[in-house]
């Protein structure tokens, strides 16, 4: 075992991972980019996530599931309210979506996803179209955050290339799509085990199960225990004869709190690189790495 520089955000972290730099893009506008957004002359983006507004406070809404389909139904009707703006949406698990749309000037400052903060106004249709949601769905909506558009492209490094990045997760997708390689959408965790064995043909592979960071934000550690145990089942049974492989995470998430945890994080290999225990900066890992397999 060894250990690496966590942060507090998947974006950071894999930016940094891929290209020795922290992302110059907001985290919405790399979502846009891993669902396959425009996000052409200028356009912003905003990450709408399930939260409740109790007037005064944002509280985001993990383990809403069972309702998810309904404010995706009432997102959709309302949607007309955008209209003057050029928008379009994606949506993709529990209930979240990216919207991108014709956009003046700079956006609001809005607190971040997974802890709570004050609920700022949204002017605009926007802001008419996430009260409308509330009031049909007994003050469930959606409330925009990492809002902007797509800025500096940090070039990766050189020794990764021709990968595929599989995921449920637009952002660990967006971030693999803004440097050039492959994605695949997969939701199902098991269905992407076997897309990413197949994707080993073509080139490198990063897989990514962002099920443990979701179940930590639900604040339910038996659900995070066990999918931990399949997905070491299903690395054994997709992977067992593979070498070369990184196991890593990009922050730690509390179960008690439900928020992200910022520390030093964990990361294996078979890769003979680095001493037991080392501490390995974020920017060297991937370099270091890449330099023993040539």
């Not at 507004?53 to 997102?75: N, P």
């Not at 709570?116 to 925009?144: Q, R």
């Not at 043909?201 to 199960?209: A, E, N, P, Q």
Request: aromatic content about 10%; glycine content about 8%; hydrophobic content about 40%.
């Amino acid at each position: 075992m060894h250990w690496t520089t966590g942060r507090g955000y998947t974006q950071l972290f894999l930016n940094e991972f891929w290209t020795g730099h922290p992302p110059d893009i907001a985290r919405a506008a790399i979502e846009a980019c891993g669902l396959g957004m425009d996000m052409s002359h200028n356009r912003m983006a905003f990450r709408m996530s399930p939260a409740f507004i109790d007037g005064k406070t944002v509280h985001w809404a993990y383990g809403v599931d069972d309702r998810a389909e309904d404010l995706v139904e009432s997102v959709k009707s309302n949607f007309y309210l955008l209209e003057d703006r050029n928008p379009q949406i994606e949506f993709f698990v529990h209930g979240r979506s990216v919207i991108t749309m014709e956009w003046d000037g700079e956006p609001q400052q809005t607190p971040q996803a997974p802890v709570d903060g004050p609920y700022v106004p949204i002017e605009d249709p926007l802001g008419e179209l996430i009260l409308k949601v509330a009031s049909e769905n007994d003050g469930l909506t959606i409330y925009p955050w990492g809002i902007g558009r797509v800025g500096k492209v940090y070039p990766p490094f050189p020794a990764v290339k021709n990968m595929t990045a599989i995921s449920d997760s637009p952002t660990a997708l967006g971030i693999a799509a803004t440097l050039g390689h492959r994605i695949q959408l997969i939701p199902d965790l098991d269905d992407r085990f076997p897309a990413a064995r197949r994707a080993l043909r073509d080139g490198h592979v990063f897989l990514h199960m962002d099920e443990v960071d979701e179940y930590s934000h639900e604040k339910d550690a038996h659900k995070k225990i066990r999918v931990l145990e399949h997905i070491d089942s299903m690395m054994e049974e997709y992977f067992s004869d593979i070498e070369n492989v990184v196991f890593f995470v990009d922050h730690g998430t509390s179960c008690v709190t439900g928020t992200h945890i910022l520390m030093d994080v964990p990361f294996r290999t078979d890769i003979e690189c680095f001493k037991e225990g080392e501490h390995v900066e974020l920017d060297r890992l991937v370099p270091a790495l890449m330099e023993k397999l040539q």
